[in-house]
Nanobody, 123 residues
Framework: EVQLVQTGGGSVSAGGSLTLSCRLTGSEYNSFCMRWYRQAPGKEREGVASINTYGDTNYADSVKGRFTISKDNAKNTLYLQMDNLKPDDTAMYYC?????????????????WGRGTQVTVSS
């Protein structure tokens, strides 16, 4: 059974930095596409960043140049380094993982999800 254990998050002032971690267990880490999502109160969930099995990354326009997604294959862990945080970044952040081909074909329903971690940025 695939499990995603999230750590990190917390509260920070605008301009500060936080790092989120997500450790995957129960499956072959290297075969999964990994993604970060966030959901703010009253808003829809949005994709923040993604990384595939080749290490190719993509970012939402709202976080480009400020957030960095990375993974440590030896530790089966995904990271999201968040710099120059803004109050609009305040949200619950979720990591997700799934077989890349299935995600491309069938969408977010194929993903396994972490429980989420809160990020709060004060002005």
């Amino acid at each position: 059974e695939v499990q995603l254990v999230q750590t990190g998050g917390g509260s920070v002032s605008a301009g500060g930095s936080l790092t989120l971690s997500c450790r995957l267990t129960g499956s072959e880490y290297n075969s999964f596409c990994m993604r970060w999502y966030r959901q703010a109160p009253g808003k829809e969930r949005e994709g923040v960043a993604s990384i595939n099995t080749y290490g190719d990354t993509n970012y939402a326009d709202s976080v480009k140049g400020r957030f960095t997604i990375s993974k440590d294959n030896a530790k089966n862990t995904l990271y999201l380094q968040m710099d120059n945080l803004k109050p609009d970044d305040t949200a619950m952040y979720y990591c997700a993982a799934g077989v890349c081909e299935l995600f491309v074909a069938y969408g977010e329903g194929t993903l396994n999800w972490g429980r989420g971690t809160q990020v709060t940025v004060s002005s």
